[in-house]
């Protein structure tokens, strides 16, 4: 995979020379290119912003060194493409933005299937709009938000998406199979974890997880999913495909308070307050 991201803040990302995703670079699995959006400026000020039309608080980013930089990075693209004899597919061009669609695990699959993804970060209160209308000319355009709060800029943002996305490239996570076990990739919370002493400051570890039984370990693992995701994040439980549960399966969400129907769970109505 290619990655470039457009910033007036290049050191902010830094933090992608390190851990897991710096190793993935140097080991050839990742393209990573940061682009200082002020080269792409012409005039002696390097001016990346302007004030907004109709008024109103704060600065607005102008477009014409958006549009220089993202078709530098197009054109880079599609020559590309073009000296290995392959019809050049639009790159997606995420635009972090607490405006977009949200950011989740199932996103990040679907974006770590991409050729190239540029990212956009937006500093002050926005990017003229027109450049996200122009930019679908060469990008499959994706304005992206993490979450329902908002932040000063987009890199902190791209920091996270890259993070989420790179793990998933083939052969960045050494045992594929933790990728597997973990929050989100079957729609649930994780379970918790223990390690060594079996008792700490007189805190057993769940005698289960000692027995050795390792059938008992995967249903007790599955309800501790249930419980946790019910009290934490009952609007994941709405999505669940209850299909294929196990009678014992049905009697841990019948305990928590919901009962399936037509392979949906739903919320008993006596059944109180959500945790
Ligand atoms: Cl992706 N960008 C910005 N600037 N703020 C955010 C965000 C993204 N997601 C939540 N808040």
Redesign the pocket.
């Known amino acids: 995979m290619r990655i470039d991201v457009v910033s007036i803040f290049p050191e902010y990302l830094a933090p992608l020379e390190l851990s897991l995703i710096g190793k993935a670079r140097q080991d050839g699995l990742l393209e990573l290119n940061v682009h200082d959006l002020r080269t792409f400026t012409t005039d002696k000020h390097r001016t990346v912003d302007d004030t907004p039309y109709g008024g109103g608080a704060g600065m607005v980013m102008k477009p014409e060194p958006w549009a220089q930089a993202l078709e530098s990075i197009a054109g880079n693209a599609a020559v590309g493409a073009a000296s290995q004899g392959v019809p050049a597919k639009k790159p997606v061009l995420i635009v972090?933005?607490?405006a977009?669609e949200r950011?989740n695990q199932a996103l990040a699959y679907e974006l770590a299937e991409e050729e190239q993804l540029v990212f956009a970060c937006?500093r002050y209160e926005g990017i003229d709009e027109r450049v996200i209308e122009w930019a679908a000319e060469h990008f499959a355009v994706r304005p992206?938000?993490?979450?329902?709060?908002?932040?000063?800029?987009?890199e902190?943002?791209?920091l996270a998406?890259v993070e989420a996305i790179g793990r998933l490239l083939p052969g960045v996570v050494g045992n594929p199979e933790s990728l597997v076990e973990e929050s989100h990739s079957d729609g649930l919370l994780e379970y918790p974890v223990y390690t060594k002493p079996s008792s700490w400051r007189d805190r057993e570890v769940p005698a289960v997880l000692l027995s050795g039984n390792h059938g008992k370990i995967a249903q007790w693992r599955r309800h501790e999913q249930y419980r946790r995701t019910a009290e934490r994040r009952p609007d994941l439980l709405a999505e669940f495909d209850a299909g294929g549960l196990t009678r014992a399966d049905r009697a841990a969400f019948g305990e928590l308070g919901y009962d399936v129907v037509d392979r949906q769970l739903r919320r008993r109505p006596d059944s109180g307050d959500p945790a």
């Open positions: 972090p933005s607490p977009g950011f937006g992206i938000s993490l979450g329902d709060y908002v932040l000063n800029g987009g902190v943002a791209v998406m």
